[in-house]
């Protein structure tokens, strides 16, 4: 039978193990079984007794000594590797336990994480002597183990060890260097720990708790948990100390394989003169921190719809509703001088329209929640259908506000009769629209208010609802209410034509606008199609215009704009499947981390300030706020004076996590701005901000 | 009104800062690893003959991902037997198997497409593809840490398993035979549209070389 290359160095190890126990000719070494060698690795079985007594109990060890660089595994190993394995083919009544597990350390290599050692490791195990093992005999042991060796590359590796134990009437220890060996495994064994350990588990985040004597910022100088089994904690991931006097934190990403319940593991701790030691943790569940889960605290009633009022009428100042009040003070224009009747009714199906729109999102985010997605206010600018639509829309009412054709007329097939009717619809189909637009702008007020009415009884939400819409409504339904004001508006003539064209252009902008916003959500694709619209509305615009100015009316003009219109519905039928665009580059700016929960829960654990902005393309208060006030120089100094972490979280396209983070505050909508001092808990900021509101609330 | 608005602004900013300073410690969902039950992440990468593919391009089929580096010792165990045999059975139930090599240039794994032929072919491999990832784009998507680390996608594209091969984390041939075959349930699973028992298990192996 040829010599397999295997045997030959086998056999060539076993020469080598011989040459040392001969050359050194003391006999201690027979503490020390035969070395498996490899260029990494060096392995023997090892006893801390050089002779061993019937009944004694003692420590043997498989003995690792690495070359440098290279790393052995702990019974967790991490991501990456295994433990090693022995097992035994013990002589009769001699028993062997498992291996004592030294502490291990952690070696992070790129993005995975191995608790393990390095230099050198005794992995030791309780050896039972028998009772009748007669003196003078001798105790062999025969064990076959196999184990991983890594620096970057791992190297499977085994062994088969003999280690031969003479047995004699009093016990002598090994040599002082295999001793020493033991001890310096001894030192990593952990000790029970005297604390109390708990776990509490976010959604991502995982948090470990401390508590005891003994424990304080002078005798804990770093900390770091090995959980026995996998999966506990994201290995990787840093874990951030936090340490107070009789208790410490750690903070870090929760692992895939986490399940509440019991959990044990090993807390290493080095402490104030740098000295590492194991302690073994029983954790508990310990309370959840899931801040998401609490319901916002609601407010009174009346204090709800008190505030939902108001900012239904602040709603009237911001820049999403001006264009849509363009068209009312058209329209109203249009009136003066008119029958004091028409004027009023006006008002009242403008506030009509109002208040239809506002139940309708609030029945839409009702029938939502229930279908038990988190949805936020403003929500429905996150589909790029309906940005595309709207901006369509704004397009079309732009072209009719400059003349090129007329609302109304032949093509709505409508008799002369009922134009009267025509002009409420127009009244109440504004109402409609200044609400659909106005929603991303939420104003102050608003948030809290929508935020406590969600969490409500659907009546409530109703309610706040409404009454936000009879705020929006109000400057109108005053005109209607009180027509001596509306008298006093200018005569009809000339003037209004030009004031009529002039309107068209906050439609134009309102347009471009929300072209913009959909190259954030449905990128290079989305904006074609959209573009592809807005050419198509322009053309059934001028069919339109063309047939209702010509004398002789002809058909193709009319089939022509049907054409166009289907043209539309089917672009729209694209952009519905349309996919969101990952990330929103725009709203990030280079000195902003994205927002991400365990990010900051990891921050705030490391006792570092963090400002989070949460913002969206479709929320013009949003970048408003950016222009002015995050992005001047006297605010961003502010923060980097501060040490303040600058987060920014874009809901440009829906984000559970967002959404999320927002009711937790009862919030549903954009701007949100909250700050958190180090090591306290988070300021909110209005929604409005000015250079002072920002710097002040950072010198907290 | 203006003074009004301004007092309720501050009571509502104090409400909200006490709900929050109640719940001290935030958390919220922001996973940067793919999660069990939620799509799985969308990637694009071309393979060893050139060729792109895209996850979407799978929709109606299960979709089997494995990272792998053909000198890492584990990988080289599962090749053995192994993997070949998953890849025909997974073949013959229509399931698409792409292998990965996440591998950076002048890294152990690293390989270009006619190397990564080579070892298909020597190694009797059938995998629908072989994507290659020197970049690490697609494994630090799915979050791979190991060879083997095994994925499987349902045909809507809904991440189902996530982790090892089999339970037995060596580099034993012989243990193939007494571990449970975690990912090979689970991809049976999958195919039968059955729920996976143990959708999260650990991965175990060599760590994947990416770029550093």
């Given at each position: 039978?040829?010599?397999?290359?295997?045997?030959?160095?086998?056999?060539?190890?076993?020469?080598?193990?011989?040459?040392?126990?001969?050359?050194?000719?003391?006999?201690?070494?027979?503490?020390?079984?035969?070395?498996?060698?490899?260029?990494?690795?060096?392995?023997?079985?090892?006893?801390?007794?050089?002779?061993?007594?019937?009944?004694?109990?003692?420590?043997?060890?498989?003995?690792?000594?690495?070359?440098?660089?290279?790393?052995?595994?702990?019974?967790?190993?991490?991501?990456?590797?295994?433990?090693?394995?022995?097992?035994?083919n013990?002589?009769?009544?001699?028993?062997?336990?498992?291996?004592?597990?030294?502490?291990?350390?952690?070696?992070?290599?790129?993005?995975?994480?191995?608790?393990?050692?390095?230099?050198?490791?005794?992995?030791?195990?309780?050896?039972?002597?028998?009772?009748?093992?007669?003196?003078?005999?001798?105790?062999?042991?025969?064990?076959?183990?196999?184990?991983?060796?890594?620096?970057?590359?791992?190297?499977?590796?085994?062994?088969?060890?003999?280690?031969?134990?003479?047995?004699?009437?009093?016990?002598?220890?090994a040599?002082?260097?295999?001793?020493?060996?033991?001890?310096?495994?001894?030192?990593r064994?952990?000790?029970?720990?005297?604390?109390?350990?708990?776990?509490?588990?976010?959604?991502?985040?995982?948090?470990?708790?401390?508590?005891?004597?003994?424990?304080?910022?002078?005798?804990?100088?770093?900390?770091?948990?090995?959980?026995d089994?996998?999966?506990?904690?994201?290995?990787?991931?840093?874990?951030?100390?936090?340490?107070?006097?009789?208790?410490?934190?750690?903070?870090?990403?929760?692992?895939?394989?986490?399940?509440?319940?019991?959990?044990?593991?090993?807390?290493?701790?080095?402490?104030?003169?740098?000295?590492?030691?194991?302690?073994?943790?029983?954790?508990?569940p310990?309370?959840?921190?899931?801040a998401t889960?609490?319901?916002?605290?609601?407010?009174?009633?009346?204090?709800?719809?008190?505030?939902?009022?108001?900012?239904?009428?602040?709603?009237?100042?911001?820049?999403?509703?001006?264009?849509?009040?363009?068209?009312?003070?058209?329209?109203?224009?249009?009136?003066?001088?008119?029958?004091?009747?028409?004027?009023?009714?006006?008002?009242?199906?403008?506030?009509?329209?109002?208040?239809?729109?506002?139940?309708?999102?609030?029945?839409?985010?009702?029938?939502?929640?229930?279908?038990?997605?988190?949805?936020?206010?403003?929500?429905?600018?996150?589909?790029?259908?309906?940005?595309?639509?709207?901006?369509?829309?704004?397009?079309?009412?732009?072209?009719?506000?400059?003349?090129?054709?007329?609302?109304?007329?032949?093509l709505?097939?409508?008799g002369?009769?009922?134009?009267?009717?025509?002009?409420?619809?127009?009244?109440?189909?504004?109402?409609?629209?200044?609400?659909?637009?106005?929603?991303?702008?939420?104003?102050?007020?608003?948030?809290?208010?929508?935020?406590?009415?969600?969490?409500?009884p659907?009546?409530?939400?109703?309610?706040?609802?409404?009454?936000m819409?009879?705020?929006?409504?109000?400057?109108f339904?005053?005109?209607?209410?009180?027509?001596?004001?509306?008298?006093?508006?200018?005569?009809?003539?000339?003037?209004?034509?030009?004031?009529?064209?002039?309107?068209?252009?906050?439609?134009?902008?309102?347009?471009?606008?929300?072209?913009?916003?959909?190259?954030?959500?449905?990128?290079?694709?989305?904006?074609?199609?959209?573009?592809?619209?807005?050419?198509?509305?322009?053309?059934?615009a001028?069919?339109?215009g063309?047939?209702?100015?010509?004398?002789?009316?002809?058909?193709?003009?009319?089939?022509?704009?049907?054409?166009?219109?289907?043209?539309?519905?089917?672009?729209?039928?694209?952009?519905?499947?349309?996919?969101?665009?990952?990330?929103?580059?725009?709203?990030?700016?280079?000195?902003?981390?994205?927002?991400?929960?365990?990010?900051?829960?990891?921050?705030?654990?490391?006792?570092?300030?963090?400002?989070?902005?949460?913002?969206?393309?479709?929320?013009?208060?949003?970048?408003?706020?950016?222009?002015?006030?995050?992005?001047?120089?006297?605010?961003?100094?502010?923060?980097?004076?501060?040490?303040?972490?600058?987060?920014?979280?874009d809901?440009?396209?829906?984000?559970?996590?967002?959404?999320?983070?927002?009711?937790s505050?009862?919030?549903?909508?954009?701007?949100?701005?909250?700050?958190?001092?180090?090591?306290?808990?988070?300021?909110?900021?209005?929604?409005?901000?000015?250079?002072?509101?920002?710097?002040?609330?950072?010198?907290? | 009104?203006?003074?009004?608005?301004?007092?309720?602004?501050?009571?509502t900013?104090?409400?909200?800062?006490?709900?929050?300073?109640?719940?001290?410690?935030?958390?919220?969902?922001?996973?940067?690893?793919?999660?069990?039950?939620?799509?799985?992440?969308?990637?694009?990468?071309?393979?060893?003959?050139?060729?792109?593919?895209?996850?979407?391009?799978?929709?109606?089929?299960?979709?089997?991902?494995?990272?792998?580096?053909?000198?890492?010792?584990?990988?080289?165990?599962?090749?053995?037997?192994?993997?070949?045999?998953?890849?025909?059975?997974?073949?013959?139930?229509?399931?698409?198997?792409?292998?990965?090599?996440?591998?950076?240039?002048?890294?152990?794994?690293?390989?270009?497409?006619?190397?990564?032929?080579?070892?298909?072919?020597?190694?009797?491999?059938a995998?629908?593809?072989?994507?290659?990832?020197?970049?690490?784009?697609?494994?630090?998507?799915?979050?791979?840490?190991?060879?083997?680390?095994?994925?499987?996608?349902?045909?809507?594209?809904?991440?189902?398993?996530?982790?090892?091969?089999?339970?037995?984390?060596?580099?034993?041939?012989?243990?193939?035979?007494?571990?449970?075959?975690?990912?090979?349930?689970?991809?049976?699973?999958?195919?039968?549209?059955?729920?996976?028992?143990?959708?999260?298990?650990?991965?175990?192996?060599?760590?994947?070389?990416?770029?550093?």
């Amino acid at each position: 039978m040829p010599l397999s290359l295997h045997t030959a160095l086998r056999s060539w190890h076993g020469f080598f193990a011989a040459l040392l126990l001969v050359s050194t000719s003391s006999l201690a070494l027979a503490a020390q079984s035969n070395v498996q060698q490899s260029p990494r690795a060096t392995v023997s079985l090892v006893s801390e007794y050089a002779a061993v007594t019937p009944g004694q109990e003692l420590r043997i060890g498989l003995r690792q000594r690495l070359a440098p660089h290279w790393h052995t595994y702990w019974k967790n190993p991490g991501d990456a590797g295994s433990p090693p394995s022995i097992t035994f083919n013990s002589p009769q009544g001699a028993t062997v336990g498992d291996i004592a597990w030294p502490g291990p350390d952690r070696f992070i290599i790129g993005p995975v994480a191995s608790y393990g050692y390095e230099n050198e490791i005794v992995f030791p195990m309780t050896l039972k002597v028998p009772q009748d093992a007669r003196p003078g005999s001798e105790l062999v042991l025969e064990a076959k183990a196999d184990w991983v060796v890594c620096e970057k590359e791992c190297i499977p590796e085994e062994g088969t060890f003999r280690l031969v134990l003479p047995v004699e009437a009093s016990a002598r220890d090994a040599s002082d260097e295999i001793r020493a060996a033991f001890r310096t495994a001894d030192a990593r064994q952990p000790q029970a720990s005297p604390w109390k350990a708990t776990v509490s588990a976010g959604e991502s985040t995982l948090h470990l708790t401390v508590e005891g004597e003994g424990i304080a910022p002078a005798t804990v100088r770093s900390a770091l948990y090995f959980p026995d089994s996998w999966g506990i904690v994201d290995h990787v991931a840093e874990q951030f100390l936090k340490v107070e006097e009789g208790r410490l934190t750690l903070a870090t990403t929760k692992g895939q394989g986490y399940t509440p319940g019991p959990s044990a593991g090993l807390l290493a701790i080095t402490d104030g003169g740098g000295q590492k030691r194991w302690f073994a943790l029983e954790l508990t569940p310990g309370a959840a921190t899931a801040a998401t889960t609490e319901a916002p605290a609601t407010l009174p009633l009346w204090q709800m719809a008190l505030f939902a009022f108001l900012g239904g009428l602040i709603l009237n100042l911001m820049p999403c509703v001006f264009p849509v009040l363009a068209i009312k003070a058209t329209a109203v224009a249009g009136m003066s001088g008119g029958d004091r009747r028409a004027v009023r009714l006006s008002g009242v199906f403008y506030t009509l329209g109002v208040l239809a729109a506002f139940m309708a999102l609030a029945l839409a985010l009702l029938a939502v929640r229930a279908g038990g997605s988190a949805v936020g206010w403003g929500f429905q600018f996150q589909s790029p259908l309906f940005v595309a639509a709207m901006c369509w829309l704004m397009l079309a009412i732009g072209l009719n506000l400059s003349g090129v054709y007329e609302i109304g007329g032949t093509l709505a097939g409508a008799g002369q009769d009922l134009a009267q009717k025509k002009g409420h619809a127009g009244s109440f189909f504004t109402g409609l629209l200044a609400v659909v637009v106005a929603t991303p702008c939420t104003a102050p007020f608003m948030g809290a208010a929508i935020g406590s009415a969600l969490v409500a009884p659907a009546y409530v939400s109703l309610v706040v609802f409404a009454t936000m819409g009879l705020g929006l409504a109000l400057p109108f339904l005053f005109l209607g209410i009180f027509p001596s004001i509306a008298r006093r508006l200018p005569r009809p003539g000339g003037w209004m034509v030009t004031l009529r064209q002039a309107m068209a252009f906050p439609m134009y902008a309102t347009a471009a606008w929300l072209l913009w916003v959909l190259a954030q959500q449905a990128g290079e694709a989305g904006l074609r199609m959209a573009l592809a619209g807005l050419v198509l509305v322009g053309l059934v615009a001028w069919l339109i215009g063309l047939h209702q100015h010509r004398a002789k009316k002809t058909w193709w003009p009319r089939g022509a704009a049907l054409a166009g219109v289907a043209g539309i519905a089917g672009l729209m039928v694209v952009l519905h499947g349309a996919e969101p665009v990952a990330a929103a580059a725009s709203t990030q700016s280079a000195q902003a981390e994205p927002y991400s929960a365990e990010r900051l829960a990891l921050l705030r654990a490391e006792g570092k300030p963090v400002f989070v902005n949460m913002t969206a393309a479709w929320c013009i208060t949003c970048l408003v706020n950016e222009r002015t006030t995050l992005s001047t120089a006297a605010v961003q100094q502010a923060m980097q004076e501060g040490g303040v972490v600058y987060m920014k979280g874009d809901w440009t396209n829906r984000d559970p996590a967002i959404t999320a983070f927002l009711q937790s505050f009862g919030r549903d909508g954009l701007p949100f701005y909250a700050f958190y001092p180090a090591g306290k808990g988070p300021v909110v900021l209005p929604p409005v901000l000015t250079q002072a509101i920002v710097t002040d609330s950072l010198k907290q | 009104m203006n003074g009004t608005s301004r007092r309720a602004m501050l009571r509502t900013t104090a409400s909200a800062a006490a709900l929050a300073a109640a719940g001290f410690l935030v958390a919220a969902p922001a996973l940067a690893a793919p999660v069990i039950g939620q799509p799985a992440p969308a990637f694009t990468a071309v393979d060893s003959k050139g060729k792109q593919h895209s996850l979407s391009d799978f929709k109606g089929k299960t979709v089997v991902l494995e990272w792998t580096n053909h000198d890492c010792p584990y990988v080289k165990k599962h090749y053995q037997a192994n993997i070949p045999a998953l890849q025909k059975q997974a073949r013959d139930a229509g399931v698409v198997w792409l292998s990965v090599i996440s591998s950076a240039p002048g890294e152990q794994g690293h390989v270009d497409g006619k190397k990564a032929d080579e070892l298909t072919a020597s190694r009797n491999a059938a995998p629908t593809a072989v994507l290659l990832d020197p970049q690490g784009t697609v494994g630090k998507a799915y979050d791979a840490r190991t060879t083997p680390h095994m994925y499987v996608i349902d045909a809507k594209g809904v991440l189902r398993y996530a982790g090892g091969i089999d339970s037995i984390a060596s580099a034993k041939l012989e243990d193939i035979e007494k571990a449970s075959p975690l990912f090979k349930t689970a991809m049976e699973a999958v195919v039968k549209g059955e729920n996976v028992a143990q959708a999260t298990t650990r991965p175990y192996g060599c760590n994947v070389k990416y770029k550093s």
